[in-house]
C-alpha cells in the first residue's frame, strides 16, 4: 500500500504563486516573517499558511494587518468540505467578521488547485445586525418571558429552564393550590395570553381537564413539580 504523503505549510505556496502571478502580480515567499507577499504597484496582498485552521492562524493573519488590508489566510480544503455545513459557515463568519480573506488549496494526485473563498472586506457589522434581527427579539422576548435567573451559564446536559416551562410550572403552581381553576382564572391569577394553549397541549403531561374548561394537576405534574422547589418558592413569596 502506497505510504501517503505527508503535506508541508510549503506545499500551499505554488498554486498560490501560479494564481496570482497569472493575475499580473509579482509574488515572494518568506519576506519579513510574512509567508507570501504578493505586489503590483502599490498593491500589498499578505498570505499566510497553516495546514489548520487555527487561533494561532488568525491571530498571526490579523496582526498583518498592520502593514495591509488585503491579508488572506489558506489552508488545505478539508477532506470532508460541506460549504452549507453549519461548522464550515460559522468558520466562515468568524473569517469574515475578522475581515480576513479565505484560500482552500486542493490535492489530488500531482494536481495542485487553489480557490478564494471570499476576498478580505470590510465587515459591516450593522448589516449582520439586521440580518439577525429575529433572533435578537426571540432572545429579549425569551427574557421577558422569564421572571428570574433560574439557570446557570455554562451548564452542560442539564435542563434549562426555558420562559415556557417556567409558564407551565406557574400554572401546575396555582392548579396545586387551588385544585380546579379555569384558564380564564388561572390568566386572572397572571399566567398570560399563553395559558389555554399550554392547558390544551400539555407538552408535559402535568395537567389533566375534568370537565369543560376546567383544569386541574395531574399526578405526573404533582411529582415533577417537586423537581422545581427555587421556582415555586418564588411564586410563593409573590
Same mark, same amino acid.
Given at each position: 500500500?502506497k505510504?501517503?504523503? /505527508? !503535506?508541508?505549510? +510549503?506545499?500551499?505556496?505554488?498554486?498560490?504563486?501560479?494564481?496570482?502571478? =497569472?493575475?499580473?502580480?509579482? &509574488? #515572494?515567499?518568506?519576506?519579513?516573517?510574512?509567508d507570501?507577499?504578493?505586489?503590483?504597484d502599490?498593491?500589498?496582498?499578505?498570505?499566510?499558511? /497553516? !495546514?489548520?485552521? +487555527?487561533v494561532?492562524?488568525?491571530?498571526?493573519?490579523?496582526k498583518?494587518? =498592520?502593514?495591509?488590508?488585503? &491579508? #488572506?489566510?489558506?489552508?488545505?480544503?478539508p477532506?470532508?468540505?460541506?460549504?452549507?455545513?453549519k461548522?464550515?459557515?460559522?468558520?466562515?463568519?468568524?473569517?469574515?467578521?475578522?475581515?480576513?480573506?479565505?484560500?482552500?488549496?486542493?490535492?489530488?494526485?500531482?494536481?495542485?488547485?487553489?480557490?478564494?473563498?471570499?476576498?478580505?472586506a470590510?465587515?459591516?457589522?450593522?448589516?449582520?445586525?439586521?440580518?439577525?434581527?429575529?433572533?435578537?427579539?426571540?432572545?429579549?422576548?425569551?427574557?421577558?418571558?422569564?421572571?428570574?435567573?433560574?439557570?446557570?451559564?455554562?451548564?452542560?446536559?442539564?435542563?434549562?429552564?426555558?420562559?415556557?416551562?417556567?409558564n407551565?410550572?406557574?400554572?401546575?403552581?396555582?392548579?396545586?393550590r387551588?385544585?380546579?381553576?379555569?384558564?380564564?382564572?388561572?390568566?386572572?391569577?397572571g399566567?398570560?395570553?399563553?395559558?389555554?394553549?399550554?392547558?390544551?397541549?400539555?407538552?408535559?403531561?402535568?395537567?389533566?381537564?375534568?370537565?369543560?374548561?376546567?383544569?386541574?394537576?395531574?399526578e405526573?405534574?404533582k411529582?415533577?413539580m417537586?423537581?422545581?422547589?427555587?421556582?415555586?418558592?418564588?411564586?410563593?413569596?409573590?
Amino acid at each position: 500500500m502506497k505510504e501517503k504523503i /505527508k !503535506l508541508q505549510e +510549503s506545499d500551499l505556496y505554488k498554486p498560490i504563486q501560479s494564481h496570482f502571478i =497569472r493575475e499580473g502580480y509579482e &509574488v #515572494y515567499g518568506e519576506v519579513k516573517d510574512c509567508d507570501i507577499a504578493v505586489v503590483k504597484d502599490d498593491e500589498l496582498i499578505i498570505i499566510e499558511l /497553516k !495546514l489548520n485552521l +487555527s487561533v494561532e492562524l488568525l491571530i498571526q493573519a490579523t496582526k498583518r494587518q =498592520r502593514l495591509s488590508d488585503h &491579508v #488572506y489566510i489558506a489552508v488545505p480544503k478539508p477532506a470532508k468540505y460541506n460549504p452549507r455545513s453549519k461548522r464550515w459557515r460559522d468558520i466562515c463568519q468568524l473569517v469574515r467578521r475578522l475581515e480576513l480573506g479565505l484560500i482552500l488549496v486542493s490535492f489530488s494526485g500531482n494536481r495542485k488547485n487553489m480557490e478564494i473563498i471570499f476576498e478580505p472586506a470590510p465587515f459591516n457589522r450593522q448589516k449582520s445586525m439586521s440580518q439577525n434581527k429575529r433572533k435578537r427579539q426571540e432572545i429579549l422576548k425569551e427574557i421577558d418571558g422569564r421572571s428570574a435567573d433560574f439557570n446557570i451559564g455554562g451548564s452542560n446536559q442539564t435542563q434549562i429552564m426555558t420562559a415556557y416551562r417556567e409558564n407551565c410550572i406557574q400554572i401546575a403552581y396555582y392548579l396545586e393550590r387551588a385544585g380546579e381553576l379555569s384558564p380564564k382564572a388561572l390568566k386572572e391569577m397572571g399566567t398570560g395570553k399563553k395559558t389555554s394553549s399550554i392547558l390544551t397541549k400539555n407538552y408535559y403531561g402535568w395537567f389533566c381537564r375534568v370537565q369543560r374548561g376546567i383544569y386541574v394537576l395531574s399526578e405526573k405534574g404533582k411529582e415533577e413539580m417537586k423537581e422545581y422547589h427555587d421556582l415555586l418558592e418564588y411564586y410563593n413569596k409573590n
